[in-house]
C-alpha cells in the first residue's frame, strides 16, 4: 500500500516545491546562462525502476567540454570543469532541484536510491542483488546520507537493499531531513580523485 501513497506524496510535492521554488529555479537559470555558454540544463541517461533507462535533469555545473559519462568524484580534474557558480551550485545541492520535474513525471522519488548511470554496470549488478533496482530511484536516499561519493560500491548497494527493506513513511521522513542537514554541511560530497 505505502508504494501508492508514496507516489500520491511525490506528485503532490514536486508540484508544490516547483511552484514555491520558481523564483529560484528562474534565478539559477539566468545565472547559470549568464556565466558560461552552453545549454541551462544538463541531461544523462540514468538507471530507473526495473532497470528501465530515464533521462535525468540537473542545473549545468560545468563546461561543456567535460566528460559526459563519468561520475564526477571518479573523474582526475572534476574541479578544472566546474564553473564557479556550479561549484555553489553542487555544495548547496541546488543543481539538483530540476530532478523535481522527474520526479513528477513519475521516473523518480523523494526517496528512494540514487540513479546510477547508465554504464555504472557494476553498481546496477550490486543492487539487483538487493532488490533496489525494483524502486524509482530518488532525489536522496539511505546510502546519501550514510556516506554518499565515499562509499563503495557494494556498501552503497547495501544501503539500497536495506532501504527497499525499510520502506514506509517514517523512514523516508527520518532519511528527508538527515539529507537537509547533511546538504548543509556538504557533508560526503567528493570532486575528483585527487580528494580522495
Same mark, same amino acid.
Given at each position: 500500500?505505502?508504494?501508492? *501513497?508514496?507516489?500520491?506524496?511525490? *506528485? ?5 516545491? +516547483? ?22 540544463? #544538463? /541531461? ?5 525502476? %526495473?532497470?528501465?533507462?530515464?533521462? +535525468?535533469?540537473?542545473? !549545468? ?11 564526477? =568524484? ?5 574541479? %578544472? ?5 556550479? &561549484?555553489?551550485? !553542487?555544495?548547496?545541492?541546488?543543481? &539538483? ?9 513519475? =521516473? ?10 547508465? %554504464?555504472?554496470?557494476?553498481? $546496477?549488478?550490486?543492487?539487483? /542483488? ?9 532525489? $536522496? ?6 556516506? !554518499?561519493?565515499?562509499?563503495?560500491? &557494494? ?20 532519511? #528527508?531531513?538527515? $539529507? ?17
Amino acid at each position: 500500500m505505502y508504494p501508492y *501513497i508514496k507516489r500520491v506524496l511525490d *506528485i503532490l510535492f514536486s508540484l508544490l516545491m +516547483i511552484v514555491a521554488l520558481s523564483p529560484i529555479l528562474v534565478l539559477c537559470s539566468i545565472l547559470i546562462k549568464l556565466e558560461s555558454k552552453g545549454p541551462i540544463l #544538463f /541531461k544523462q541517461k540514468r538507471v530507473g525502476r %526495473n532497470q528501465e533507462l530515464f533521462t +535525468i535533469y540537473k542545473f !549545468r555545473t560545468m563546461r561543456v567540454d567535460a566528460p559526459k559519462d563519468t561520475p564526477t =568524484h571518479l573523474l582526475d580534474s572534476s574541479v %578544472n570543469f566546474i564553473t564557479p557558480l556550479g &561549484e555553489f551550485l !553542487r555544495k548547496s545541492s541546488l543543481d &539538483e532541484l530540476p530532478q523535481l520535474v522527474n520526479i513528477l513525471q513519475g =521516473h523518480m522519488s523523494f526517496v528512494g536510491p540514487r540513479p546510477a548511470l547508465w %554504464n555504472q554496470y557494476d553498481l $546496477t549488478e550490486e543492487r539487483q /542483488k538487493r532488490s533496489a533496482n525494483d524502486i524509482r530511484p530518488g532525489l $536522496t536516499g539511505w546510502a546519501q546520507i550514510n556516506g !554518499r561519493d565515499e562509499l563503495p560500491i &557494494e556498501v552503497k548497494a547495501k544501503y539500497d537493499g536495506e532501504y527497499v527493506s525499510r520502506m514506509s513513511l517514517a523512514f523516508d521522513i527520518e532519511i #528527508f531531513f538527515k $539529507t537537509i542537514f547533511k546538504v548543509l554541511v556538504s557533508e560526503g560530497v567528493k570532486e575528483g580523485k585527487q580528494n580522495k
